[in-house]
């Protein structure tokens, strides 16, 4: 009755994934998605460094990445919630934000925002409405609902009379 909420799905979604990341990873028990073929990539020195150092942090958000000799790293398991992404570019995306330094004990937090945007659906998708009730419902169980983990809005409130004004009435 005072006017209609629009989402976006994709910040909707990651919000919701992000919160399931971090509660996994609070009980120490992700969902790990074993890769049939593990997935290869070359990393710099810094990478290495950053994946040496935080092994405990990125097997706690569900990535099993294992030194394969030189500069080659296989990824043989992933998040669960990123079984249909890019492993490989996931990986590296995450590694970059933690790159970017700052405070150790919010690397895990800003890997798993990461992992969550790489996962959410895609802006654009065509959805079921089956699909939007179970975003919306997803997002309602959020204990942080209004602004996905990178701090946009999930949704925007039009109000009643903002959208009768616009219609003349």
Same mark, same amino acid.
């Given at each position: ?19 399931? /990341?971090? $509660?996994? =990873? ?5 969902? %790990?998605?074993? @890769?049939? #073929? ?42 669960? /919630?990123? $079984?249909? =992404? ?5 990986? %590296?995306?995450? @590694?970059? #934000? ?31 409405h089956q699909e939007m009730a179970e975003l919306t419902r997803q997002?309602?169980?959020? $204990? ?26």
């Amino acid at each position: 009755p005072d006017g209609m909420y629009v989402s976006d799905q994709h910040a909707a979604d990651g919000r919701g994934v992000f919160e399931k /990341i971090q $509660a996994d =990873a609070a009980v120490d028990a992700p969902e %790990v998605r074993m @890769l049939m #073929e593990p997935a290869t990539l070359e990393l710099n020195p810094r990478h290495q460094e950053l994946l040496h150092d935080n092994q405990e942090a990125f097997a706690a958000l569900g990535l099993l990445v294992e030194p394969f000799g030189g500069d080659v790293f296989l990824i043989r398991g992933v998040p669960g /919630i990123l $079984a249909e =992404a890019d492993p490989a570019n996931a990986l %590296v995306d995450v @590694l970059d #934000e933690l790159s970017e330094g700052g405070d150790p004990e919010t690397w895990q937090q800003r890997a798993a925002y990461s992992i969550a945007c790489h996962s959410a659906i895609r802006a654009g998708k065509v959805m079921t409405h089956q699909e939007m009730a179970e975003l919306t419902r997803q997002l309602e169980a959020c $204990a942080q609902p209004h602004s996905c983990p990178h701090g946009r809005p999930t949704m925007v409130h039009l109000r009643a009379t903002h959208l009768q004004r616009e219609f003349g009435r």
